[in-house]
Each structure stands twice: as C-alpha cells, then as structure tokens.
C-alpha cells in the first residue's frame, strides 16, 4: 500500500508539474517520498519544479537525494541526467564547482540525446535548462493489478510508450494526446513534439516557471 500510494502521490505530481502548478507538484513529490524515501524519480522531478520556480538550493538538493538514491533501484533512471540537473543548479547559484557535475555527467552519457550536455559545458551553463520527465509519463498498475480490478474508465484507453518487465509501467493517456491534438494542427503526440526541444527555448536568465524543461530524453526511458 505504501508504494502504490507514493507512486499515485507521484503521478499528481507530475499533472500538476505538466500545468505549471509546480508549488502543487512539490507537495506530492514530497508527500511520495515520506512515504518511500528511495523513490528516486520523485526527488528528480521535485529538483525540476524547484528549478523552474527559481529555487537552484532546493532544486540541488532533490537532485542529490536523486542522485543518493539512483543506484540499487529496480528502474534506471540516467545518472548523466541527475548529474547534470544538479550541476546547473549549482551554476544558477553561482558556484563554480557545478562544473564539476557537468563534466561528470559528460563521462555518464549514455543516448544521443545526452550530446547537448557538451554544448552546456562549452558554454559555461549558458541558458540551459534541466533535463525532466516527458510531458504525459504517469506510473501504471502492473499487469497483475490491473487483472484483479474492476475496469473504470476514468481517462480513457492507455496508450503504452515505455514498459518494463518489472512489476509498473508508464503510459501516455489519450486524453493527454488529445488535449495536445487540439491545440497543434501538426497533430503530434506530446513525446514528438518535445524529443526535438531546442534546449535554449524559452530561457533567458531565469526559467519560464509555467513551462516544463525544454530538454528531453529521446530515446528509452526507463526509472527508478
């Protein structure tokens, strides 16, 4: 009972965060980890929202415990990300020593869309923003759960974009497509339209406290 309910605290994290609610998306963050202190992606996705309202200490200290608590967990989350997040934070505090994290990071890089951690530390931090969850990523059930429950159709049918043999899976929920298809002509789903995210968008100074990072994982995502 208590993983479920950090990870259901974990997911209204997340929607609140995809609103730019992120004082919201904190409180459920932090209520998920009380409940489960290795629950590494909740720290991580804690870190952004902090970083986003301007809050760099706050934010590098979600992203240490991330970073504390990645290693031994059953899903990955990349090392080279946490490490990144952590280190920009530093540099939006103004110590230098975030480069360090940064060149650490570099040494961890592990898909293509980790290349743009080179052009960060070649431009010193810049006016980058962190790495985060793509939008409509939410914890689902298990397979096992979901054949012992009685089926309610609150969200509509799921669409599966990363699995997992393990016992929780992600879905992208149609609704969330559908709200993206209704305001984009080009109609892409909410994982096309942000894999390609010019990293430097809507960043001058600090960043845009109603918008999720603008860089993205590209490839398989799998965490905790």
């Given at each position: 009972q208590i993983a479920d309910s950090s990870k259901i605290l974990t997911n209204m994290g997340l929607i609140y965060?995809?609103?730019?609610?992120?004082?919201?998306?904190?409180?459920?963050?932090?209520?998920?980890?009380?409940?489960?202190?290795?629950?590494?992606?909740?720290?991580?996705?804690?870190?952004?929202?902090?970083?986003?309202?301007?809050?760099?200490?706050?934010?590098?200290?979600?992203?240490?415990?991330?970073?504390?608590?990645?290693?031994?967990?059953?899903?990955?989350?990349?090392?080279?990300?946490?490490?990144?997040?952590?280190?920009?934070?530093?540099?939006?505090?103004?110590?230098?020593?975030?480069?360090?994290?940064?060149?650490?990071?570099?040494?961890?890089?592990?898909?293509?869309g980790h290349e743009v951690i080179d052009d960060v530390i070649r431009d010193r931090g810049g006016q980058y923003t962190v790495f985060s969850v793509p939008v409509g990523v939410l914890y689902r059930p298990s397979e096992k759960k979901l054949r012992n429950s009685k089926v309610k159709d609150y969200l509509g049918k799921a669409k599966l974009v990363i699995g997992s043999d393990l016992d929780d899976i992600y879905t992208e929920f149609s609704g969330v497509t559908e709200l993206k298809r209704n305001s984009d002509p080009s109609k892409s789903s909410p994982l096309e339209s942000t894999s390609n995210a010019d990293p430097k968008a809507s960043l001058s100074g600090t960043p845009d406290r109603g918008a999720t990072a603008s860089i993205f994982r590209t490839h398989r995502i799998s965490m905790l």
């Open positions: 965060a995809t609103i730019g609610k992120h004082e919201a998306a904190i409180e459920h963050f932090d209520a998920a980890t009380s409940l489960d202190k290795f629950l590494a992606i909740a720290y991580f996705q804690c870190g952004v929202s902090n970083f986003l309202l301007g809050r760099y200490d706050a934010a590098y200290a979600k992203f240490q415990d991330a970073y504390l608590y990645l290693r031994g967990n059953r899903y990955k989350l990349f090392s080279a990300e946490v490490l990144f997040n952590r280190g920009l934070s530093q540099l939006y505090l103004g110590y230098a020593k975030g480069m360090n994290d940064l060149e650490q990071a570099r040494e961890e890089k592990e898909i293509i």
